[in-house]
């Protein structure tokens, strides 16, 4: 029996060969399998997908619809262990456009322990993707479909989608390269990010926009960003104080720790902030909420009385685009270098952070920009 990243290379280099024929005739089935594959608005459905039909080519013995050992039966398994095992890492290295993260921890999936069938009801977004999904996994079932043709498919799938989405980009660089116009202003690039922010699914950006200002003076100022964690990934998983960590740059101590929010922080968001403060194994100098909200003037006076009670630790909350502002204009010729940082960043995120139409929005934005 071939081992199970064996049989993903093989699936893989059989896609390969034919990215122009499918491997299925039937429309219905092959539409499906687009379904799952390309919709932008969830990645987990092929991650299930691919992680059953693995666990059923590794040992055809199993049932594909039973990826949850809780079930019990002989013919049960456990799909988050194929997922996180094999899948995780195929995915990674071949930069197929699916999440990062197992798809066994997505709230449609996380607490479910029967056998997955099109009667099932997973209560996922949007729920065309899973029903996909499970009527898929049925047909294999029921030997409608081969299960090594299926995953030959799905992998054929995404690896048009990569080159499709990989391409776009490398058109839109190219037009950004021959733009040939002055130097964007300070302010400028402040109403660029301003505009990426306004796009929607930006909710990673802030993380990205605080990221690339320490890319960009962090050997001057002598601090440097620890790597950033997946956005899906809890703090209990990574170990993460919270959204970024800053250390010296010798050092692999957090001096200073930086929570995002999209909207309002509150007293509760401090008060989580001093449990995790607390919980620390190092004390940190700073611990920095940044916000696309308005930020109320009596959490803000909360936030200042507590650095006494903290022992020194001082925790502020700073308005995203006012941080933006009085860095670009305060380290002013360091602005180019910041938006080529800020851009590689958002190019290297996963498309389940920072999505494709996102990362071509800021391309297109900047090209405007540039070319007014």
Partial sequence: MEKPTNILNIALARAAKRLSKPFFVDREILHKI??????????????????????????????VRKPYTEIGDKDSFSGRTYDETYIGNFIAKHRLPCNPTTAFLTPALRNQNIMLTPKLNLVGRPPEVYQDVLELLDLVHKKTIAANLLLAETMRQLIIVRDENQKRIKSLLKNLRNTGSIPLSGEDIINLIQQHLDCKGSSRLPVLIVAAAYHTIGVCIRERVLPLQSHNSADRQTGALRDLQITLIDENNIITSYEMKMKKVTIDDIDVALQKIRSAKRKIDNYIFITTDVIDDGVKKYAKSLYEQTGGIEIVILDCIGFLRHFIHLFHRFRLQYIDEYQKLVMLEPDSAVSQPLKEAFLVLRQTAESS
């Fill in 34 to 63: 687009e379904s799952v594959s390309r919709n932008i608005h969830n990645r987990a459905g092929v991650r299930l997908l691919m992680s059953c039909l693995l666990a059923k080519l590794d040992n055809p013995k199993v049932d």
